[in-house]
C-alpha cells in the first residue's frame, strides 16, 4: 500500500527507509538500553536549548524523577508524564523529544517517574514507582500525559488513585497507549510490518517480561479493563493508521465513552506508533500542540 499523499515530506521520507526492527529479547536489552540512553543524554543539551526548557532531578515519594521547566513558568499546575518503551525499554530523557516542547507550549512543570523495567523489574514495579510519585503531587491540580507504555501507567495510576480515593488529574493525554497487554485487536495484524517503530513479536515478548507470571487481563496490568466513570478526566487520545496498536487507541475511546468519560480520538492519516516523538516531523508538532490545547483547556476549566 502506498503511503498516503498528504502527509509530509518528512514523513514520506521515514516511510521510503527500511524499517530496522528492535529485538527485545532478554540478551540483547541491556545494550539496547545503554545505547538508547546514551543518545538521549548527548541529545538534551540541544533538545533544551531548542524550546528553552531547563532540567533538573529530583525524588518525590522516594522516587528518582526527570524535572523539566518551562523558559517560563506560567501556570503552577504540574505535568505527572509517563515514558514509553514497553515497560522494558524508555528513560525520562529518552522522551524529552515530546516533554520539552509539551513544557514550552503550556508553560508547566513536567515531572518524569524513572520507574523500573522489566524483565528484572516486572509488574508492579513500574505501578508502584509512578504511583509513589503521584501521590505527592494529588494534592493540587496537575495534569497527565503517557506515550505507549506510559499511556497504560498514566491509566493504572488514575485507576488505583479512584480505588484509593485520591484526587484524579483534571486532564489527560494518551499518546498511542498501550492498554491491553493481551495484544488484541485487528491492528497488529494488518499494521504488523507498516509501523515504523513496534512488531507484534516485541510487543509479545514486553508483555511477557512486565506481567511475569500475573494474569494480564487484570485492570492494573491492562487498563482496558479498569472501571471508568464520569469522574475520569477529559482525555485526549491519538495514534496513526499505521500505528501497531491503532486498535487499543479506538478500543479505549470506546470504552472511555460508554463509561461517560470525555474522550477526544485523533488518528493521524499515514502515521505510526508514536509519531510525535520524531521531532522533524510537522505532523509530530502539530499534534504535541494540539496535546498542550487540550491541557491548557482543561486545566482552565477546572
Known amino acids: 500500500m502506498q503511503p498516503f499523499s498528504g502527509l509530509s515530506s518528512e514523513a514520506l521520507s521515514l516511510l521510503s527507509q527500511a524499517a530496522k526492527p528492535r529485538d527485545r529479547s532478554a540478551r540483547n536489552l541491556p545494550g539496547m538500553r545503554a545505547k538508547a540512553k546514551a543518545f538521549a543524554m548527548a541529545e538534551a543539551p540541544r533538545i533544551c536549548r531548542a524550546y528553552g526548557t531547563t532540567i533538573d532531578e529530583t525524588i518525590l515519594g522516594g522516587v528518582r524523577c526527570l524535572d523539566v521547566s518551562p523558559p517560563d513558568l ?96 483534571d486532564t489527560a493525554a494518551l499518546l498511542s497507549p498501550w492498554c491491553d497487554l493481551s495484544n488484541a485487536g485487528d491492528s497488529l495484524t494488518f499494521n504488523e510490518g507498516r509501523d515504523l517503530t513496534l512488531t507484534r513479536r516485541n510487543s509479545h515478548l514486553a508483555a511477557g517480561y512486565y506481567a511475569g507470571a500475573n494474569k494480564v487481563d487484570q485492570p492494573l496490568i491492562s487498563p482496558i479493563h479498569g472501571s471508568f466513570d464520569t469522574s475520569f478526566p477529559p482525555c485526549l487520545i491519538t495514534s496513526g493508521t499505521r500505528d501497531l496498536l491503532l486498535s487499543q487507541a479506538v478500543r479505549l475511546s470506546q470504552r472511555l465513552r460508554d463509561c461517560g468519560a470525555t474522550v477526544d480520538l485523533q488518528i493521524w492519516e499515514g502515521l505510526w506508533h508514536v509519531f510525535e516523538w520524531y521531532e522533524d516531523l510537522p505532523e509530530a508538532r502539530e499534534s504535541i500542540r494540539r496535546v498542550a490545547d487540550h491541557l491548557t483547556r482543561g486545566m482552565t476549566a477546572c
Open 74 to 169: 506560567r501556570v503552577d499546575w504540574p505535568i505527572l508524564y509517563g515514558f514509553g518503551g514497553g515497560m522494558v525499554e524508555g528513560s525520562p530523557v529518552e522522551d524529552l523529544p515530546i516533554i520539552a516542547p509539551l513544557s514550552a507550549l503550556t508553560g508547566a512543570r513536567v515531572i518524569v517517574p524513572d520507574y523500573r523495567l522489566a524483565p528484572e523489574h516486572p509488574w508492579p514495579a513500574a505501578l508502584d514507582d509512578g504511583f509513589a510519585v503521584y501521590r505527592e503531587i494529588a494534592d493540587q491540580p496537575f495534569a497527565t500525559v503517557g506515550e505507549s507504555a506510559g499511556g497504560n501507567l498514566s491509566l493504572a495510576w488514575m485507576l488505583k488513585a479512584k480505588a484509593e480515593g485520591l484526587r484524579l488529574p
